[in-house]
């Protein structure tokens, strides 16, 4: 059936009242200052608002509503036209309501509408509108019809339902929408500010809206939504995401809206927009590259083999697995650059990070530990490598992608007088060295001494590595002997062209990340944001031994109320027989009956 969005708005507007809520129509908001104590003023035409929470749900006005707040959001409005047709004979005889449709070939949709049909479509040649910002007095006004461009769109839809074409039109519909550049929402609050959640970019706003409603007052109130929403947190963007990539990217998702997309598509509207020294000379030697957080990475080396996405195997899945072989039986070079680095420093370092951290920070130098971060309802809001590499200094690595979402856990904690953290992700790089052969091609390229005695598993030291200084961390994601080295943005080319020459003697090369994920899977390593979540407990995950309850830490009381649950579902290593498609991640698992039991993460 069909609801009038504004009655459902006003509805909603009654029972918020009646919750105590005041709403003050015809109030333009004019400013919003963020105070000392954590709270905002608003300021209105009609006085101020203080309030604990500024909510920029201001649609097409996001970015100007946000630009109060010195806060720039990777959005802008495009154009989009519908059309209703007049009163259709065959379907004012029908005693029942038709089913929405949308023709993902044709690229258009239709539903009932009254006694007819709504058309729209996503055309190829779209329309940008207030590229620079939506004009303050704008009303939605509706813009001037533009149907020539759409009409490929309608042609395929009146050949799908005849009568489309022989109806009148009714009323045509061309306004505007506001875009993400996935597409996606920017949902949640902003983790460099207190008190300030985003609402915006909301495409198919109406229909979304509850759950929506839901998950924000679930943010604010509890501290965290209960589901995982990282594919809509405003975090996945960080200060990358300017103007161009925002528009390049806009201008392709809705274009393609209606395509069919397949797992681990990888789009190139927008692109490159960081890239590393080597990404040149990486290029050359046949790197097919990937987009994670803003960086280029290679995903494999075989440029004669163009990326593709699919449920089968591509052809690239050859590719990969030759770069696997590789690494298992020889070693592999592994650009680790986009993952992301911390440095925490003074003397109040140890105490700071064990406050933040669920397990027990390294008391000697040189040694690593894994931990788990815990998220505000007791699942898996990280996990991190933390390395002491001086008696007042920590190395920290975690999931690149999830470095501004990380942000709102770091800033939970004070940090000590004297004590400084900071993001080095941006200003070094790093190679993760793997496989049986790792320690022969550098010692190649080092008067370090790499045994088992002098340099054990998780031990770590500052080495030199043809000429570039390192710090060296022995661990791979991989599950193979090997050895992190961390180095100076100025320094990777250098770095990776010693590895790559040193490696090709002994037949090691570079390794994409397509193999990377392969193996670490072989090996039972989770990933962040695919087998580890807020979603999931740490005893589900297989994490809860890596926490420590004689301390105190970030979320401990989360986890103590889970702790003694029984889990949920257990993360676990399955082999399964397939001849050309490979469970990516999502899939359903169940027993032969047909109960259902599980899902695929990874």
Same mark, same amino acid.
């Given at each position: 059936?069909?609801?009038?969005?504004?009655?459902?708005?006003?509805?909603?507007?009654?029972?918020?009242?009646?919750r105590?809520?005041?709403i003050?129509?015809?109030?333009?908001?004019? %400013?919003?200052?963020?105070?000392a104590?954590?709270?905002?003023?608003?300021?209105?035409?009609?006085?101020?608002?203080?309030?604990?929470?500024?909510?920029?749900a201001?649609?097409?006005?996001?970015r100007?509503?946000?630009?109060?707040?010195?806060?720039?959001?990777?959005?802008?409005?495009?154009?989009?036209? +519908?059309?209703?047709?007049?009163?259709?004979?065959?379907?004012?005889?029908?005693?029942?309501?038709?089913?929405?449709?949308?023709?993902?070939?044709?690229? +258009?949709?239709?539903?009932?509408?009254?006694?007819?049909?709504?058309?729209?479509? &996503?055309?190829?040649?779209?329309?940008f509108?207030?590229?620079?910002?939506?004009?303050?007095?704008?009303?939605?006004?509706?813009?001037?019809?533009?149907?020539?461009?759409?009409?490929?769109?309608?042609?395929?839809?009146?050949?799908?339902v005849? /009568? /489309?074409?022989?109806?009148?039109?009714?009323?045509?519909?061309? %306004?505007?929408?506001?875009?993400?550049p996935?597409?996606?929402a920017? =949902?949640?609050?902003?983790?460099?500010?207190?008190? &300030?959640?985003?609402?915006?970019?909301i495409?198919?706003? =109406?229909?979304?809206?509850?759950?929506?409603?839901?998950?924000?007052?679930?943010?604010?109130?509890?501290?965290?939504p209960s589901?995982?929403?990282?594919?809509?947190?405003?975090?996945r963007?960080?200060?990358?995401?300017?103007?161009?990539?925002?528009?390049?990217?806009?201008? *392709?998702?809705?274009?393609?809206?209606?395509?069919?997309?397949?797992?681990?598509?990888?789009?190139a509207?927008g692109?490159? /927009?960081?890239?590393?020294?080597?990404? %040149? $000379?990486?290029?050359?030697?046949?790197? /097919?590259?990937?987009?994670n957080?803003?960086?280029?990475?290679?995903?494999?080396?075989?440029?004669?083999? !163009?990326?593709?996405?699919?449920?089968?195997?591509?052809?690239?899945?050859?590719?990969?697995?030759?770069?696997?072989?590789?690494?298992?039986?020889?070693?592999?070079?592994?650009?680790i650059?986009?993952?992301?680095?911390?440095?925490?420093?003074?003397?109040?370092?140890?105490?700071w990070?064990?406050?933040?951290?669920?397990?027990?920070?390294?008391?000697?130098?040189?040694?690593?530990?894994?931990? !788990?971060?815990?998220?505000?309802?007791?699942?898996?809001?990280?996990?991190?490598?933390?390395?002491r590499?001086?008696?007042?200094?920590?190395w $920290?690595?975690?999931?690149?992608?999830?470095?501004?979402?990380?942000?709102r856990?770091?800033?939970?904690? !004070?940090?000590?007088?004297?004590?400084?953290?900071?993001?080095?992700?941006?200003?070094v790089?790093?190679?993760?060295?793997?496989? !049986?052969?790792?320690? *022969?091609?550098?010692?190649?390229?080092?008067?370090?001494?790499?045994?088992?005695?002098?340099?054990?598993?998780?031990?770590?030291?500052?080495?030199?590595?043809?000429?570039?200084?390192?710090?060296?961390?022995?661990?791979?994601?991989?599950?193979?002997?090997?050895?992190?080295?961390?180095?100076?943005?100025?320094?990777?080319l250098?770095?990776?062209?010693a590895?790559?020459?040193?490696?090709?003697?002994?037949?090691?090369?570079?390794?994409g990340?397509?193999?990377?994920m392969?193996?670490?899977?072989?090996?039972?390593?989770?990933s962040?944001?695919?087998?580890?979540?807020?979603? &999931?407990?740490?005893?589900?995950?297989?994490?809860?031994?890596?926490?420590?309850?004689?301390?105190?830490s970030?979320?401990?009381?989360?986890?103590?109320?889970?702790?003694?649950?029984?889990?949920?579902?257990?993360?676990?290593?399955?082999?399964?027989?397939?001849?050309?498609a490979?469970?990516?991640?999502?899939?359903?698992?169940?027993?032969?009956?047909?109960?259902?039991?599980?899902?695929?993460?990874?």
């Amino acid at each position: 059936g069909n609801v009038d969005p504004s009655g459902v708005t006003n509805a909603y507007a009654v029972g918020a009242r009646q919750r105590g809520a005041e709403i003050h129509r015809f109030t333009p908001g004019i %400013g919003t200052e963020a105070q000392a104590d954590g709270t905002w003023i608003v300021r209105t035409e009609k006085g101020d608002i203080r309030t604990p929470w500024v909510i920029n749900a201001a649609g097409l006005w996001a970015r100007e509503v946000a630009a109060m707040a010195g806060l720039e959001l990777p959005l802008i409005p495009t154009e989009h036209q +519908y059309f209703v047709t007049e009163t259709i004979a065959e379907i004012a005889a029908l005693d029942r309501r038709l089913p929405s449709v949308a023709d993902r070939d044709g690229e +258009y949709y239709l539903r009932q509408e009254g006694k007819g049909l709504l058309v729209g479509a &996503y055309e190829r040649d779209m329309r940008f509108w207030a590229e620079e910002g939506t004009p303050q007095g704008f009303g939605h006004e509706l813009f001037p019809d533009d149907l020539e461009r759409i009409e490929d769109n309608m042609m395929r839809a009146i050949d799908r339902v005849p /009568v /489309v074409g022989e109806a009148g039109i009714k009323r045509v519909i061309n %306004g505007p929408m506001i875009w993400s550049p996935d597409s996606s929402a920017l =949902f949640g609050p902003v983790p460099e500010m207190q008190g &300030y959640f985003c609402c915006c970019g909301i495409i198919p706003g =109406f229909s979304q809206n509850g759950g929506l409603g839901k998950l924000a007052a679930e943010w604010m109130v509890e501290g965290e939504p209960s589901l995982d929403l990282f594919g809509w947190d405003l975090a996945r963007f960080g200060h990358w995401a300017g103007k161009a990539f925002t528009k390049a990217r806009v201008a *392709d998702q809705y274009a393609h809206r209606f395509a069919i997309h397949f797992p681990g598509e990888e789009r190139a509207a927008g692109r490159p /927009v960081r890239m590393r020294p080597a990404h %040149g $000379v990486q290029q050359e030697m046949g790197a /097919v590259f990937g987009l994670n957080y803003g960086w280029e990475h290679p995903l494999y080396f075989d440029a004669e083999t !163009p990326d593709s996405a699919g449920f089968i195997r591509q052809p690239w899945w050859g590719s990969v697995g030759r770069e696997a072989k590789m690494l298992r039986e020889v070693a592999g070079i592994i650009d680790i650059s986009n993952f992301a680095k911390y440095r925490v420093a003074g003397p109040g370092a140890e105490t700071w990070l064990d406050a933040i951290f669920a397990n027990r920070m390294p008391t000697k130098v040189g040694r690593s530990c894994l931990t !788990p971060l815990i998220g505000k309802r007791g699942g898996i809001a990280g996990d991190f490598t933390v390395t002491r590499i001086a008696e007042d200094e920590f190395w $920290v690595i975690g999931s690149g992608m999830a470095e501004r979402f990380h942000q709102r856990f770091f800033r939970a904690v !004070p940090l000590p007088e004297g004590t400084t953290f900071e993001s080095r992700t941006e200003a070094v790089c790093g190679f993760n060295v793997a496989g !049986p052969r790792s320690r *022969d091609l550098l010692t190649r390229l080092t008067n370090a001494d790499l045994s088992n005695g002098a340099f054990p598993f998780f031990r770590s030291a500052r080495i030199t590595v043809a000429g570039i200084e390192c710090l060296a961390v022995r661990v791979s994601f991989t599950g193979d002997l090997g050895w992190e080295l961390h180095c100076a943005e100025a320094d990777q080319l250098a770095l990776f062209t010693a590895l790559t020459d040193a490696g090709r003697e002994m037949g090691a090369g570079p390794v994409g990340s397509r193999a990377l994920m392969s193996l670490r899977v072989e090996k039972g390593y989770g990933s962040w944001g695919r087998d580890y979540s807020p979603e &999931y407990w740490p005893h589900e995950s297989g994490l809860a031994g890596l926490i420590r309850d004689d301390k105190d830490s970030l979320n401990k009381a989360a986890w103590e109320a889970i702790r003694d649950k029984a889990p949920r579902e257990v993360m676990s290593i399955l082999e399964i027989e397939v001849e050309d498609a490979d469970a990516l991640g999502g899939e359903p698992v169940f027993l032969p009956d047909g109960t259902p039991l599980g899902q695929v993460s990874s």
